[in-house]
């Protein structure tokens, strides 16, 4: 196991990155986030509240000739995004941005206040970024959380799918 010095803010944090036999607890983060915020507008706007705005733009789906839905809810500080697969009828959490001011009760019981919290509830994270830490939620590494930390705090968090 390497074990690597982050140096976020002006506090550093010496963990240890790129285990794998953690991917269960790391993966738990991004089911922790869909299960809080939601997978479709209904129970995101139940979870968080009213966004400011909501745009909605069709997008061809590229297996099949039916036109899907790209949904963003746009919130002071943040966005959710969800995709609506139209032949399946379904919707999909495709990502999100929050910042911690735009947290409630129940984000915060899922994205820890501070990184030795997060380090506690899902394990090491896997890669240090400019801004804070990445856990990703699959071994492709297309879906991945970037807690952004700030001091040893975690302020805010960016959950990203880059591929459906």
Same mark, same amino acid.
């Not at 009760?105 to 994270?125: D, E, T």
């Given at each position: *196991? ?9 506090? !550093? ?22 299960? %809080? /915020? ?5 129970? %995101?706007?139940?979870?968080?509240? $009213?966004?400011?705005?909501?745009? $909605? =733009? ?12 790209? /949904?963003?809810?746009?919130? !002071? ?8 697969? %139209?032949?399946?009828? =379904? ?15 129940? /984000?915060?019981?899922?994205? !820890? ?7 506690? *509830? ?23 959380? $970037? ?18």
């Amino acid at each position: *196991m390497k074990k690597y010095l982050l140096a976020l803010g002006t506090v !550093p944090i010496l963990l240890a990155l790129g285990t794998s036999n953690v991917l269960a607890d790391q993966s738990r983060l991004c089911s922790a986030i869909e299960d %809080t /915020i939601g997978v479709d507008p209904a129970t %995101t706007i139940r979870s968080i509240g $009213e966004p400011l705005r909501r745009s $909605e =733009k069709k997008v061809q789906n590229r297996f099949d000739n039916s036109l899907d839905k790209s /949904i963003l809810l746009k919130y !002071p500080n943040g966005y959710v995004d969800i995709y609506y697969v %139209t032949h399946l009828d =379904k919707y999909i959490f495709y990502g999100a941005q929050l910042d911690r001011r735009n947290f409630n009760a129940r /984000i915060s019981s899922a994205i !820890p206040s501070s990184l030795a919290s997060a380090v506690k *509830m899902y394990g090491a994270p896997d890669k240090q970024t400019g801004a804070g830490v990445l856990y990703f939620c699959d071994i492709t590494e297309y879906s991945y959380v $970037e807690l952004f930390v700030r001091n040893a705090d975690v302020t805010g968090f960016k959950y990203t799918q880059e591929e459906l």
